[in-house]
């Protein structure tokens, strides 16, 4: 009962914030109340988050990427495997190190 309670007030803050905005699209909220309900209820589901990337198919530097992760009570349980292509490895390689190199020019 929590849960449904918790997820509602998110969904409603975020309308309001789209509201805001001048948008009335639902997905965000309900995109946020997914990842809640996943949390929450110890689902072990996969979403796409933004997680941080070092040691994943072997990028060094620390950057935050969107990947398929499985959600628990403590958040981002394991980032799922990619498949071992090797172009999609190399094009996510690409993708982190122009994230840091943009991070160094910030100086973040």
């Known amino acids: 009962m929590l849960c449904l309670f918790l997820c509602s007030t998110i ?6 914030v789209l509201k805001g905005k001048g948008q009335r699209s639902w997905s965000v909220g309900l995109s946020v109340a997914d990842l809640t309900d996943s949390i929450l ?7 796409s988050v933004s ?5 994943f198919c072997n990028i ?3 950057v935050f990427l969107s990947l398929p992760c499985i959600l628990g ?3 981002v349980i394991e980032t799922v495997v ?10 996510l390689q690409s993708s982190a190190g122009s994230i840091h190199d943009l991070q160094q020019q910030l100086k973040l």
């Open 73 to 75: 009570t403590s958040g």
């Open 41 to 47: 209820k110890d689902k072990r589901k996969v979403h």
């Open 60 to 62: 060094n530097s620390e």
């Open 11 to 16: 969904v409603d803050q975020a309308v309001e």
């Open 51 to 55: 997680t941080l990337a070092k040691g």
């Open 82 to 91: 990619l498949e071992e292509d090797q172009l999609v490895q190399e094009k």
